[in-house]
């Protein structure tokens, strides 16, 4: 059974950097195409990031563009969400979800079918 976990959320000052991992259980994540999205209290669901099964390509959404650095280590099956300069604004639940190859990635979660459970990020003083 498809399974995706997100862990590495928490609490942290604003500019202070996060990592983020999303892990695939009982399946092969490298052929998947994989997005990070958040969702804060009263507010939808927006993307933020995506990446293809190879590494490529990458999207971000503008808010975080230049902060934020998605990547991939196929070999173990995670997919990372590097959060750097973080901002008040940046705190949510932060997702991760999957389609399968040849879907290439997107920032509309509703291509997605596969999501994870969720992680928490406060960004606070």
């Known amino acids: 059974q498809l399974q995706l976990v997100e862990s590495g959320g928490g609490s942290v000052q604003p500019g202070g950097p996060l990592r983020l991992s999303c892990v695939g259980s009982?399946?092969?994540?490298?052929?998947?195409?994989v997005g990070w999205f958040r969702q804060a209290p009263g507010k939808e669901r927006e993307g933020v990031s995506s990446?293809?099964?190879?590494?490529?390509?990458?999207e971000y959404a503008d808010s975080v563009k230049g902060r934020f650095t998605i990547s991939r280590d196929n070999a173990k099956n995670v997919v990372y969400l590097r959060m750097n300069r973080l901002r008040p604004e940046d705190t949510a639940v932060y997702y991760c979800?999957?389609?399968?190859?040849?879907?290439?990635?997107?920032?509309?979660?509703?291509?997605?079918?596969?999501w994870g459970q969720g992680t928490q990020v406060t960004v606070s003083s």
């Open positions: 979800a999957a389609k399968a190859w040849p879907f290439t990635g997107s920032l509309n979660p509703i291509e997605y079918d596969d």
């Open positions: 009982g399946f092969t994540l490298g052929n998947y195409a």
């Open positions: 990446i293809g099964t190879n590494g490529g390509p990458k």
